[in-house]
């Protein structure tokens, strides 16, 4: 059976800004620099049949994906289709400006709808469903019968779109699944080649002492 490990960025410098990035291509800040080599280690003790690595082409998941794709011995196949949601009219504001600019969007995510419908500009939520969706169709199809193991990196909201296809729940707003910067999440595939989640967001491997402040 296959398994999928999920490892969501680590902290880019626009993260550090609570600014959002959709698109745009900031890299990773220090601590996503310490945070991307934790999680290098902690994949190179719990791995143990690495088959592939895929990563967004975005260069936040790049530099998380490189101290991986070194541990392992693996080389990253950069796939577009694995980017972030376009935030449209969003992209490098905080949330609080978004709701400055667009307060009607308070009431939508209160009553827990997605907000990437009604964000000027935004990618439709059904074509970002269908890529994400083709993307990780094309990974198990290719990797489903080797019976190891295939580490994608890349966004919170790839992550969320895809578990919510597998859930069958496709429009779940971005506050029901959170993905930590450089967390890890873990899809394993029963005997009848459904997956299921296994591990959800875990972050125990970034509870150093020596993290940069």
């Not at 082409?57 to 694995?82: F, N």
């Not at 994608?152 to 597998?166: E, P, Q, S, W």
Request: aromatic share 6%; glycine share 8%.
């Amino acid at each position: 059976m296959l398994r999928l490990w999920l490892i969501r960025h680590g902290q880019s410098t626009w993260n550090a800004a609570r600014r959002l990035q959709g698109r745009a291509d900031p890299p990773l800040s220090e601590l996503g620099r310490w945070q991307a080599r934790r999680v290098a280690e902690t994949l190179t003790a719990r791995v143990e049949h690495p088959l592939a690595l895929y990563s967004s082409d975005q260069r936040r998941a790049m530099e998380t994906a490189e101290p991986i794709a070194a541990a392992l011995g693996l080389t990253i196949h950069p796939d577009p289709r694995l980017r972030e949601h376009d935030m449209g009219e969003a992209t490098g504001r905080t949330w609080e400006e978004v709701l400055e600019k667009y307060p009607h969007l308070l009431e939508i995510d209160a009553a827990g709808k997605s907000v990437l419908p009604h964000l000027p500009g935004a990618e439709p939520p059904e074509a970002a469903r269908a890529r994400i969706t083709d993307v990780f169709d094309e990974i198990v199809a290719r990797h489903g019968a080797e019976g190891g193991e295939v580490i994608v990196v890349a966004h919170g909201g790839v992550f969320r779109t895809y578990l919510g296809h597998i859930l069958g729940l496709p429009d779940l707003p971005t506050l029901t699944l959170r993905f930590g910067n450089a967390s890890i999440t873990i899809l394993e595939q029963n005997e009848h080649g459904n997956f299921y989640i296994a591990v959800l967001n875990e972050r125990c491997h970034l509870w150093k002492e020596d993290a940069p402040s």
